[in-house]
C-alpha cells in the first residue's frame, strides 16, 4: 500500500483566531494531545500568550 506522505501543519502567526481555528481544527479530526512551541528566545511571551489568549477560547 502507497501512502502519501505530508509534511505536519505549521502556521507561525500572532493572530489569535488563527490559533484558535488551527488548534480546533486538530481537535475536532479527534486529536487529544496537540504540541505547540516557540521558536526563539521570546519563550515567557509565547507563554504568556497562550496562556492568556489562546486557551481561554479552547476551553469555551
Known amino acids: 500500500m502507497?501512502?502519501?506522505s505530508r509534511p505536519p501543519p505549521?502556521?507561525?502567526t500572532a493572530t489569535i483566531?488563527?490559533?484558535v481555528?488551527?488548534?480546533t481544527s486538530f481537535v475536532d479530526a479527534?486529536?487529544?494531545t496537540v504540541y505547540v512551541n516557540q521558536i526563539g528566545k521570546e519563550q515567557?511571551?509565547?507563554c504568556?500568550?497562550?496562556r492568556t489568549e489562546i486557551l481561554p477560547?479552547?476551553?469555551a
Open 2 to 4: 502507497v501512502t502519501e
Open 57 to 59: 477560547r479552547l476551553r
Open 44 to 46: 515567557q511571551g509565547f
Open 10 to 12: 505549521r502556521f507561525c
Open 30 to 32: 479527534g486529536f487529544d
Open 17 to 19: 483566531r488563527t490559533h
Open 21 to 23: 481555528e488551527a488548534l
Open 48 to 50: 504568556d500568550f497562550y
